[in-house]
């Protein structure tokens, strides 16, 4: 393995800019483990081996020529497969969608082209986003670096094992009920969900729109910050973008790592410790972790957020009922899959056809669910009253915020399972967001930062914080971290083929 992928993105940044190595180096020795590592791991679908070269090339003669680029010019990158690209396909690990190739690149994509970063390919997940495990791909599951019998979290579990097995030092994965943290969390990396509305969603097809949001995955929380500068900030092709600079994230992980929070007040919610089914160990972890932060200085006190405990069934009638909506347009007319158009049938029976053959069973569970919720005489009692539940978990975080800067959770209730022990089940499996979802009921960001292993697997700590606060969570993310040498991220075992 080159020692280039052992680096940060930070550290490769930098390495470019001074001429020290090229981007071209750095991109060769990230597609070289892609080749060496992604049979056994299958956290990419696609890999674009040439165009990220010719990126590179590009961006070194942008260099030779004296422009003034980011930090991360040069920088290789993965992106989730809903994130569309215009020179590779997107499926959204759906048959639905196979081979489909965009015909524009979201504005997180342009954003990252412009900076310089350098997009490897397209990255394994879940059908649309849904799941928590990677194993409701059409394309096959991931393996977890750590324990290649086990997931790699889910949704974004592609993003977060290119990650955990330096196939690429940053990611990009989506956020609707804890996608992007659950991942981190289990591969012992760090996830970061900005504020609802941070991160234009443009170009980022729609799972569940209201609670969707794309942020960064990495092996640093400066990392993290220093992406999310790039991909972050007002998009007028996004109406529900926020029109305000993007909070000084990177500044703020800067100084969490002086390992100083004094005058930071953490608060651990109450009802989160009650909750049943944490795994021991994963609550050891936790408790050890914010001894960590009492001991750099932060107050830590006891809050009360009644509401938490009903935010997971809300997220499963309002995610299932946007979902039924969005996935509407999956019509077999205008994008991809189309099954039985021999000019024998009508239209409603190759729509039928196309979603029975392209849509797997857990998207179509989920449709089903949402039109139910949504339907007339139902609408009332199912999606109102959730709606009714998102509204009051918003006021129990607006009321924590009044005594506290940020809360902490433990990020999942449990490691990394093995293959097959919650798909037999679906609520077991919608159980892994327990800790993750009330924070995109509300809208804040939320961050996953490793803080220790359970049974030899990692455990995530998570760090919510108030709507547009999103440089706090950084900083205290980024205490925790200076206080770990090595850090978690960098211990990932070896993988073998
Ligand atoms: N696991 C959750 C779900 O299945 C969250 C998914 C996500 O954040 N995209 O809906």
Redesign the pocket.
């Known amino acids: 393995m080159s020692e280039l992928t052992g680096r940060t993105a930070e550290e490769l940044g930098a390495a470019i800019a001074a001429g020290e190595t090229s981007a071209v180096e750095v991109t060769r020795a990230h597609l070289d483990r892609i080749d060496a590592v992604d049979p056994a791991v299958h956290a990419f679908l696609h890999v674009a081996g040439e165009s990220a070269v010719a990126q590179a090339a590009e961006v070194d003669r942008r260099i030779a020529a004296g422009e003034k680029l980011g930090p991360l010019a040069g920088v290789p990158i993965a992106v989730k497969d809903i994130i569309v690209t215009q020179d590779m396909p997107t499926t959204a690990g759906s048959k639905i969608l196979e081979n489909w190739l965009p015909p524009y690149d979201a504005t997180l994509v342009r954003k990252l082209r412009e900076a310089g970063l350098v997009v490897l390919g397209k990255t394994n997940m879940d059908e649309f986003?849904?799941?928590?495990s990677t194993e409701y791909s059409a394309y096959g599951p991931t393996c977890n670096p750590w324990d290649t019998g086990r997931i790699p979290g889910?949704?974004g579990g592609g993003s977060a094992a290119a990650v955990a097995a330096r196939e690429a030092p940053l990611a990009i994965g989506?956020?609707?009920?804890?996608?992007i943290r659950q991942p981190g969390a289990v591969t012992g990396t760090v996830g970061a969900k900005p504020t609802y509305g941070g991160v234009s969603r443009y170009g980022l097809i729609a799972?569940s729109s209201s609670l969707d949001q794309a942020g960064p995955v990495t092996r640093t929380v400066t990392d993290a910050a220093l992406l999310h500068e790039v991909i972050g900030g007002h998009d007028r092709c996004d109406s529900t973008s926020i029109d305000a600079p993007v909070p000084p994230v990177v500044e703020a992980a800067r100084r969490g790592l002086t390992g100083d929070l004094t005058g930071v007040r953490v608060g651990v919610v109450r009802e989160f410790a009650a909750a049943q089914g944490a795994e021991p160990g994963v609550v050891a972890a936790f408790e050890a972790g914010v001894q960590t932060l009492t001991k750099l200085g932060a107050e830590v006190v006891e809050v009360s957020c009644p509401h938490f405990e009903y935010a997971l069934p809300a997220y499963y009638l309002i995610?299932p009922s946007e979902c039924s909506s969005n996935l509407a347009r999956f019509d077999g007319v205008r994008y991809g899959l189309r099954v039985g158009d021999d000019g024998s049938r009508a239209l409603e029976e190759v729509m039928s056809l196309t979603r029975d053959r392209g849509f797997g069973p857990e998207v179509k569970r989920r449709i089903i669910l949402g039109t139910y919720a949504l339907s007339a005489g139902y609408y009332d009692a199912f999606y109102g009253q959730a709606q009714k539940v998102r509204t009051l978990v918003t006021r129990d975080f607006t009321a924590a915020f009044e005594q506290v800067d940020v809360l902490a959770a433990p990020t999942t209730p449990f490691v990394a399972f093995p293959f097959g022990s919650r798909t037999a089940d679906p609520t077991q499996m919608y159980l892994?967001?327990l800790y993750t979802i009330p924070s995109n009921l509300y809208g804040g960001p939320a961050i996953s930062v490793p803080c220790g292993l359970s049974e030899g697997l990692p455990v995530g700590l998570q760090i919510m914080a108030p709507t547009m606060a999103d440089d706090r969570m950084y900083r205290v993310a980024a205490a925790l971290e200076s206080t770990q040498s090595p850090r978690l991220a960098d211990q990932t075992p070896e993988v073998t083929a």
């Open positions: 986003a849904m799941g928590s889910g949704s989506t956020d609707t009920g804890g996608s799972f995610a892994a967001d």
